[in-house]
Every structure is written in C-alpha cells, then in structure tokens.
C-alpha cells in the first residue's frame, strides 16, 4: 500500500461517526429487498412486528426503516455490502436481550439486520463440537443436546441469544471447570466489513479469533456461525432457595467464603446470589440460586453449599432438584417487555465481607431513596443487587488458548461482578432510575477504591454493562491496544465504527 493511501484509510477510521451516507431509509431498505428478495420487512406488517419482540422495552419501542432477515452467511454478506457501499447505519440482533435501548435495535433511517434465519445446529461425529447458527438462542440448542448427553458452556437462561452473550463472555453454569462460553468456541465464521466470510480459530486469523472472545462483536464483523466445544453432562443438582431479606446480612459472609475458599476446591459448582425488593411479594428478598455438574442427591446438598441449607436460616421457599439444562435455563427465565436498566462493575475479593456488606447497604440506600421518589408512581418498579462470585478456578480455566480479551487473570483475583438493575414500566421514571444507578455504580467504585479493591484494571462486563459505561478501558490498556489494531487490520476504513450502531465501540 502506497504511503498517501495508508494515510487515507487512517484518516477513514478517525472519522466521527456523524460521516455522511444514503441516509434515504426507504432507498437502502428497497436495495436490500432487491438483493434479497423475500427477506426484508417493511414497517406495518406482521413480519416486522415479529422482529421487533426484544427482552427489554426500551429496545422495542425503538422503530428501523426495515428489518433485514438473512438465512445464511452469504446472505448476511450480501446485506453487508449493500449497507457499507451505501454508508446506511445499521445495527445487528442475535437474541436481542441487551436491556438498554440501541444494543441491538435502532430507529429509521438505521436498518436492524435480526440473525434469527441463521438457526441451525449440528454436533460432530465425534461428539466433541457443537456448530451453532448466530441466530439461535441457548434453549435452541440446549434441546439439542440434552437428550444426547452433551451440553456445552452457554448461558443460563433459555431465550437469551448465542451470539450476544458468547461475544461479549458468557457466564455459565459450568464455568467453574471451562471457563466463560468464550474461553470455549473453537472457531467463528465471520462475515467481515468487506463482505468477506473468514473464519478466526487458534490457527487461521489467530488474532481476530482473540478479540472475539470477551471482545464483542460490534467492531469486527457479524459473526454468523460459533463452533462450540462440546461435552459429556448429565443431569445437574439445582437448588433454589429464597430467603427472607431479614437474613441477607448473615448470608452475604457465606457468599464472600463461596467466593475466595468453596468454590475453587468445587469447580463443578456454580451459584449466584440475588437481593431485591419486590413490592408485590412485601418488600426485600433474597435468593441463592446453586448448580453442581457432578453431583445427584437431592435429599442431602453438597458441601460446598451445605451452609445456605442450614436448618436454623428462615426461608420461604426451597427448590432442589435434578435437571437438565433445558429445563433449568426455563425455571430462571426472566419476563419479558418491561423497561430494564442494568448496570454493573467489579470488585476484588477483600479478606472479610465487609465490602459486600457495605454494598449491600449502599444499595439498600438507593432503594430506600427509590420508592420514597420513582417508585410511588410504578409499583412495577423492582431493584435488583446481584453477585456473581468469579473465583480462582474460572479465572484459571480462562487461560486457555492463549486467553481471552477481558484482561482478567488468576493474580489479579478472585473477583466479585456486582450487578445493579431495575425493572419497571412508566418511561417517565427511566431518568429517575439511571441517575440513580449511576450515582450507586460510582458510589460502590469509590467505596471498592477506598479499601483497595477496584479490579485492577477497573473491568466492567459489557453484557451486564449499561451503554454509558467505559467497558474497554477496563480490559486493560495492553488489550484495549491490541484490540483496536485487530480491529483496524480486518476494518482498515472503519466501515464497523462509524457504520454499526449500539453496544460499545473501541
Ligand atoms: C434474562 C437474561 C439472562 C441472562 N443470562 C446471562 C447469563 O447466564 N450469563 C451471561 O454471561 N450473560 C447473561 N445475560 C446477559 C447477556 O449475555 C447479554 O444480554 C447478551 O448481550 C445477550 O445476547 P443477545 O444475542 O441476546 O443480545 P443482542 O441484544 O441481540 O446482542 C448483543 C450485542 O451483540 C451484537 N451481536 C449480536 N449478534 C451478533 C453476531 N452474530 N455477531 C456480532 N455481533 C452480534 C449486537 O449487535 C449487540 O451489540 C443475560 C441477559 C438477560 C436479559
């Protein structure tokens, strides 16, 4: 390449994303239909409403000139190249289960391309590798393999999207002994800027095959194919238990022991702990939800949990039981159409529960100021405080294949992913609600800095992150560097950047 063209494409990717392009909706919409005939709803017609069904409502309210439905690589190729020749904006739906508006949805003149065609699913001769279309969801493909005995490291919940959650991490019930659904995908198919289809593993396009795993998709390409690593899994041990809020403060110390002591001697095991005040059920509770991938009596709970089930602990409702992953990602699905505000950081594991007691009270503060102010207008209006314990052994297991693109390692841990949400109904609140889960987030940051312990490198899940939040500075400055020249190697004009909408751009 020519010095003066280098310098062109260079200047190409720094342009702002108000760079000019067919913004004519119904001109782009018309050459895509002509390109794909047959795949392209229009506004007002069943087949666009069906598109437009996403988790969160503040995503489904949002209104693109068209949706474009392609059913296979080549097709998405096809759209690709229509959308770049053109400058159109568009934004790309696996799932759709982002909660704020614009991860995956977009208003006209942008175009939402919604990968649900691409569904099918294939396990290999040998059992050990799933091939799974963009467009499927984790109950697709949870029903495929369960009745062969196999599962593969996905999300938790049935209808959350393959792709969204694979590209950006992916905890799961078998992290502990995998690692995150990225830290297993043996190759992706990959439709680039260009319209190119290119595959990325640990042999071909080895460094796009990084940045794809915890990297996100928006910036790379649509990836349209994820070859997943497979293995033998029965039933497991499941175990639901809901506690009054009376008892939070004696059970947060046992999930701060899960976190740095229990589950690194269990790798099988999984957990998550919820608190949350939900009016119609009279006020806070709290929730342990617990898996072990080795484990079959029901009667008596592992050790690694036998604390939670301690007969002296109030509880009103326990739940144990054998299943598969079907049907447990069923049991935790989560209603759909109501507006979603998520937001999340990280913090290190500190030697007491002190700091998740005082995140616990922080967060009681916040719901407190909640329902004296929004919630009195919106009984709907439901707080969540969740912990995700990370401890040594998934960091450990994340070190595969030369590791992923999140920047977080085995020295730096274990680690707590703190998630703050609500749900609620009336868009007068959503204000409200994100000022005051924005000033929650820096108020636990502060307290976490204060005591030593930020993550170092500040990370924040992107698929737990709202959109104002700083995802890549948190990966680390050394990966957030290699990402951007990955990214610029395989989108030299930075089509991506200014052209793909929503979610977070390097
Ligand atoms: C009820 C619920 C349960 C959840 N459970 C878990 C869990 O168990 N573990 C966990 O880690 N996370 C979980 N999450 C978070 C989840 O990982 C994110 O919401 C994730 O983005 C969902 O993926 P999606 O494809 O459904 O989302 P979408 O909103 O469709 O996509 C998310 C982002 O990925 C982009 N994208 C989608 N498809 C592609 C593609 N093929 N190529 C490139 N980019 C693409 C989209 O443009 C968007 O920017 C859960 C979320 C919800 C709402």
Known sequence: ???????????????????????????????????LPGFVAFPDTPAYEAHNAYWSARQSELRP???????????VARAVRV?????????????????????????APGVTLDLAGLDSISVSADRRTVSVGAGNRWINVSEVLDPLGLAVVGGRVSTVGVSGLTLGGGISYFSGMWGWACDNVRNYEVVLASGEL???????????????????????GIVTRFDLVSFEQGELWASTLVYPG?????????????????????????????????????GYLTLSDQFHARYSDILCPPAVFAPFHNATLPKLFVYTRLSTVSRLSLDIEQPRGMRQAWWETTVAATA??????????????????????????????????????IPLNVLGAMQVNGGNALGLEPEDGPI?????????????????????????VARVETLAASRGARQKNGYIYMNYAEKSQDVYAGYG??????????????????????????????
Request: proline residues 5%.
């Open 65 to 75: 000139a068209c949706f474009v439905a392609p059913t296979s690589a080549q097709d």
């Open 416 to 440: 707590m992913i703190v998630q703050m949400n609500v749900l609620w109904t009336s868009a007068v609140l959503d204000d409200a609600i994100q000022d005051g889960l924005r000033d929650l």
């Open 83 to 107: 959308l770049t020749k053109r400058g159109a904006r568009f934004t790309v739906k696996g799932g759709g289960h982002t909660a704020f508006d614009g991860g995956s949805n977009m208003d």
């Open 352 to 389: 007491t529960p002190d700091l998740l007691l005082d995140i616990f009270s922080m967060w009681q503060d916040f719901v407190e100021r909640l329902l004296a102010t929004a919630a009195a207008d919106d009984p709907t209006v439901t707080p969540f405080l969740i912990f995700h314990p």
């Open 1 to 35: 390449m020519t010095p003066s063209w280098r310098l062109l494409f260079a200047w190409a990717w720094a342009l702002p994303a108000t760079v000019t392009g067919d913004h004519d909706s119904s001109r782009v919409c018309r050459a895509l239909a002509e390109t």
């Open 198 to 220: 290119v595959n990325a593993s640990p042999t071909v396009n080895a460094d796009l095959f990084w940045a794809l795993r915890g990297g996100g998709g928006s910036n790379f």
């Open 246 to 282: 009376t008892v939070t403060e004696t059970l947060i110390p046992l999930v701060h022991d899960l976190l740095v002591r229990e589950l690194p001697a269990a790798p099988a095991a999984h957990t998550f702990f919820v608190m949350a005040y939900v009016a119609a059920l009279g």
């Open 477 to 506: 400055e050394e990966n957030l560097a290699r990402l951007r020249s990955v990214a610029r190697r395989y989108d030299p004009e930075g089509q991506l950047r200014r052209l793909w909408r929503g979610y977070f751009k390097l």
